[in-house]
DNA sequence: ATGCCTCGAGTTCA
DNA sequence: CTCGAGGCAT
């Protein structure tokens, strides 16, 4: 039984969290919540004290706007108070909020001056006779802290004002801040030569203020933008906020350029969205807007309440940080048998989307953060879209949690979890054996750019292995229409169990499928029947069922008849060999041409080709050398996979076809590539090196070291069958290797280009193709080996990077070009 | 050995 | 997209 408790409970149990979160805010930089939660409890603290008077106390936070100062610094009485703004998140409290203003001063438009919000640490710089005398950060308001030692190291805050007008007596307000790209820089000078890793921009700004070396803070990349005005004295300033922003900009002060004058609700909303759209691109965090009366006569005569004036106020972005509990760790198994930990979270919005999941990548991971399940997190949706667990809140760490440990068994086959020596990632020994890797491997086999079978989605792979329909890929060519049908039936269903439950009486023990899906059919009697078989299927199902379901099978069936045709490239790609991704099947099989030839190349050979070193080709032998591997490959093709591409080998393999290569590449201790030259010279062939005595090796020049490595190795049964069964796969590959060099270059013969942004004539995919069937290397990431750069529409950090690093660039239509005319 | 440069693998949500 | 790690040039 959960009841709202009585406010004065509600209200003294929000002003504890609030007090508590300004003190860590102010005086710790060490945020608890964030600033969207912070002010969800402020305005209901507000509220409940609207709607309850009696339990405004004096001394209530929000009365107040930050808390007390540490003693660190001098204090600084502010001759007139910094004052927080009252928040919008909405069209609505926009729309609210100048019509009070329109009301009050009676006018029919109000002019606004419009802000970005910058995400930074507001201050007071105060300058006598135009030179700079002091700097306070805000404090709570009315007293801030004296950190003008730190506030010179500051280039963008001038020493003396510049040109002419100022007052005798002036106080510059505005907001310190640290630049997205200075702060990275910062840090990735720090993760390299050490030195302080700072959080966000936020708290690196705000904690170099803070520095009592004021050395340190001259080292952080700071910088600053005026926006108003404390006290002045002796002078005059201009009558509205626009003009006093463009005589500080005249004194030498940085102001936004994105400052905009602008007109009634609809111009401050106008103003929101565009700066909205252009926030990720900014150079500078922003977490909303301020909008302001733009003259002074009318703000004025608006005045304050409490804590911020009533002619401003801060039209906040949807957070994109947000704080939320750790219901559970899970594990995730991947394709490769990757144990990839998973934090399920409390729903929560972020930016946009709710967030239920967050990947923890490893187990490290989760141990440098320590988070814990119970935990509060935060959680950010950081420029791309993927949530992540930025950081755990201690202090909501509830009593006897325990740090999370990887769970020695995988939690789906229950096979050990083990981890290779100095590797980040632990695996399930499962293999094939465990559901959820077969599951991934099928997913993957039939993934787009695999084997392309459309129309089999996760969900379905799911029900065929759990339904032992499917235990290897080989078997998706065995599926036949009536086993799908049933399946769609059962999973379209509310209540599968119900479904089949209502069938099972109707079986004989051991019968499949087929008979299922007979009995199914079978109940009720033909298409009326399902109408009234309400329970368990849902209305859109009762209506016919069995058309919608058919045709989804038969479409089913006909995709994987389409993939039955597929290339060599797609199919190696489409097995899920370790390390063998897209381009290193693509390079598999271009060197060597047919499947029937790599499924017996022993590993050595495979390192012949470019960009496959040991460790790859030793993954691709260790897959063709399971049997059951290799009775996967037999039965895909005996249902009819069909591989349209087969070629002799590359011309390029003849280099190195002899005993040197071979015995570099076998990668025996202490041989060396001088030492395999000598040995080849001294052998005609593997098989008498193999023969040979030891002392035949010492003559043949190779030091004794050498030599009794070399014996050692070829003692193990294992590789001396390894060397022959290689050396006899070299001739083999002798004498299918074409002589005469393969067909003229291409026109982009040796070019690596990159492509960015969105294309609008063609996919990413087909332009791809198009620069590959020209001899180009398609990259994914910019680097001075680019040729050059394609960009399209809304092209990023690539396109950025090809500028930085002076790689040229075509647009679409050069491209285009390019391609029609060689065509 | 060291430091790029790529590739592979994994991940979220509409 | 990002991270980790394999391959290769220096």
Redesign the pocket.
């Known amino acids: 039984m959960t009841s709202s408790p009585a406010p004065a409970e509600r209200a003294a149990d929000l002003r504890r969290r609030i007090e508590d979160a300004n003190r860590r805010y102010h005086e710790l930089d060490a945020p608890s919540i964030t600033d969207a939660e912070y002010d969800a409890l402020v305005r209901e603290l507000e509220a409940l004290e609207a709607a309850h008077p009696e339990l405004a106390a004096p001394d209530s936070p929000t009365r107040r706007v930050g808390a007390a100062p540490s003693a660190r610094f001098a204090p600084v009485v502010h001759a007139v108070p910094m004052l927080s703004l009252g928040n919008a998140f909405s069209d609505e409290e926009v729309a609210d909020f100048v019509r009070r203003i329109a009301e009050q001063l009676d006018r029919p438009e109000l002019v606004f001056s419009a802000e970005p919000k910058l995400d930074g640490l507001a201050i007071s710089l105060r300058y006598e006779d135009g030179a700079f005398v002091r700097g306070a950060t805000r404090g709570d308001g009315a007293t801030g802290e004296d950190v003008t030692a730190n506030l010179r190291t500051i280039a963008d805050i001038p020493q003396r004002l510049a040109g002419r007008g100022w007052p005798p007596v002036l106080e510059v307000r505005g907001e310190v801040y640290m630049a997205r790209a200075a702060f990275e820089r910062w840090n990735e000078q720090a993760r390299l030569h050490g030195g302080k890793v700072l959080a966000n921009p936020r708290n690196g700004a705000a904690g170099s203020l803070r520095q009592l070396d004021p050395q340190v803070t001259a080292s952080r990349p700071l910088s600053f933008y005026a926006y108003g005005v404390g006290q002045v004295e002796g002078g005059s300033l201009p009558d509205t906020h626009s003009g006093t922003l463009a005589k500080l900009r005249e004194w030498g002060f940085p102001v936004s350029d994105l400052v905009q004058v602008v007109r009634g609700t609809d111009g401050l909303l106008g103003y929101y969205r565009g700066i909205g759209e252009a926030r990720d691109g900014l150079p500078f965090d922003i977490d909303g807007v301020v909008y302001k009366l733009d003259d002074y006569a009318g703000q004025r005569e608006m005045g304050f309440v409490a804590r911020a004036p009533r002619w401003a106020i801060a039209h906040k972005f949807p957070a994109q940080e947000q704080s939320t509990t750790v219901e559970a760790i899970e594990i995730?198994?991947?394709?490769?048998?990757?144990a990839?930990?998973?934090?399920r979270?409390k729903p929560v919005h972020v930016a946009?989307?709710?967030?239920?999941?967050?990947?923890l990548?490893?187990a490290?991971?989760v141990a440098r953060l320590d988070v814990r399940v119970g935990d509060t997190v935060i959680v950010r949706r950081?420029?791309?879209?993927?949530?992540e667990v930025v950081q755990v809140v201690p202090e909501h760490r509830p009593d006897g949690t325990q740090p999370w440990t990887m769970p020695s068994h995988c939690p789906v086959c229950g096979s050990e979890l083990v981890r290779?020596e100095?590797?980040?990632?632990w695996r399930c020994s499962g293999e094939a054996a465990c559901p959820a890797q077969l599951k991934?491997t099928i997913n993957?086999f039939a993934s787009r750019r695999a084997m392309d079978i459309d129309g089999l989605g996760d969900k379905y792979v799911e029900t065929l292995v759990d339904a032992g329909i499917i235990r290897g890929i080989a078997d998706l060519y065995g599926l036949g229409r009536d086993q799908l049908l049933y399946l769609k039936l059962v999973l379209d269903a509310e209540s599968p169990e119900a479904l089949a439950g209502a069938v099972q009486p109707h079986l004989q023990p051991g019968e499949g499928s087929g008979a299922a899906l007979a009995a199914l059919l079978a109940l009720d009697g033909g298409d009326e029947g399902w109408r009234t078989r309400a329970l368990g299927l849902p209305i859109a199902f009762a209506w016919n069922p069995k058309k919608i379901a058919t045709r989804w099978a038969e479409n089913l069936v006909a995709a994987i008849e389409h993939s039955r045709d597929t290339t060599l490239a797609r199919f190696l790609?489409a097995l899920?060999?370790?390390?063998?991704?897209?381009?290193?099947?693509?390079?598999l099989a271009q060197w060597f041409g047919d499947l029937q030839l790599v499924r017996r190349l022993p590993w050595p050979l495979f390192?012949r080709?470019?960009?496959?070193?040991?460790?790859?080709?030793?993954?691709i032998g260790h897959f063709l050398d399971q049997p059951a591997n290799q009775e996967v490959i037999d039965r895909l093709l005996e249902r009819g996979v069909r591989i349209g591409d087969a070629h002799p080998p590359s011309p390029k393999l003849r280099e190195g076809l002899d005993l040197a290569t071979l015995l570099v590449d076998l990668e025996i201790p202490k041989v060396t590539a001088v030492r395999a030259a000598q040995l080849a010279a001294a052998f005609a062939d593997a098989q008498a090196l193999l023969d040979a005595p030891v002392h035949a090796l010492v003559t043949a020049g190779l030091p004794a070291e050498s030599a009794n490595a070399l014996v050692a190795w070829l003692e193990q049964e294992a590789n001396a069958a390894l060397l022959l069964r290689s050396a006899q796969a070299q001739a083999e590959l002798l004498a299918l290797v074409p002589h005469q060099a393969g067909q003229g270059a291409g026109p982009l013969e040796g070019k690596?280009v990159?492509l960015?942004g969105t294309l609008a004539a063609m996919s990413r995919d087909e332009a791809k193709e198009k620069l590959e069937a020209l001899g180009a290397?398609?990259?994914?990431?910019?680097?001075?080996?680019?040729s050059f750069v394609v960009a399209g529409e809304a092209a990023?950090?690539?396109l950025a990077k090809a500028g930085e690093l002076g790689i040229e660039v075509w647009d679409e239509a050069r491209l285009q070009a390019f391609l029609a005319e060689h065509a």
């Not at 990839?340 to 934090?343: L, S």
């Not at 290397?777 to 680019?786: E, Q």
Request: net charge positive.
């Open positions: 995730q198994i991947g394709r490769t048998g990757a990839t930990p998973v934090a979270l946009g989307v709710v967030v239920t999941n967050a990947t990548h490893n490290d991971h950081a420029g791309d879209v993927i949530p290779e100095g590797a980040a990632v991934e993957h790609y899920g060999i370790q390390h063998v991704g897209e381009s290193t099947a693509k390079a390192k080709v470019p960009d496959i070193g040991g460790e790859v080709a030793r993954a690596t990159v960015t290397k398609v990259a994914g990431s910019v680097s001075k080996k680019t990023g950090s690539k």
